[in-house]
């Protein structure tokens, strides 16, 4: 569960870093997109940041450099805060895809919509390790 929650950070990072450097090196955004704004930046900025922070913490993780329960608490956090971001600029762009059609996108969805799919699972597979630790302690304790 671990790997899998890095591979989505760093599958994320790397998206969302793709999308920040064309944007910054550019000056337009990538595959041909409008580019949300929040506070005056480009939210795959945000996104960028967010991804960053999952992937230090699950490398973190994975080499037990942090206790588990605190990733776990940092990732849901995490992950939370990018599904609201993502799912927000998300839902100002289903007017456009359900008004003119998948094909409007390049990858078939908005940006914005991608990256919420990776931060839904991120969120829902720290969940199920959340749980899961839970789980197996309290079996351990009735033991």
Do not use: H
């Not at 580019?35 to 994975?62: H, R, S």
């Not at 600029?89 to 059609?101: I, N, S």
């Not at 699972?121 to 390790?129: N, V």
């Amino acid at each position: 569960m671990k790997k899998v929650i890095l591979t989505l950070g760093i599958a994320g990072m790397l998206f969302s870093g793709y999308l920040s450097a064309v944007k910054f090196f550019s000056k337009t955004c990538a595959f041909g997109e409008s580019c949300p704004y929040f506070f005056g930046y480009p939210a795959c900025y945000y996104g960028f940041t967010l991804f960053a922070i999952i992937t230090i913490t699950a490398t973190l993780w994975n080499f037990k450099l942090i206790k588990e329960r605190v990733a776990e608490n940092i990732l849901l956090i995490t992950s939370l805060l990018g599904i609201l971001f993502a799912g927000y600029f998300t839902a100002r762009e289903l007017p456009t895809l359900f008004g003119r059609g998948f094909g409007v996108y390049s990858l078939g969805l908005p940006m914005c919509a991608l990256g919420l799919i990776f931060y839904v699972a991120i969120f829902i597979l720290t969940l199920i390790s959340l749980l899961m630790s839970k789980y197996i302690l309290n079996q351990d304790r009735q033991a």
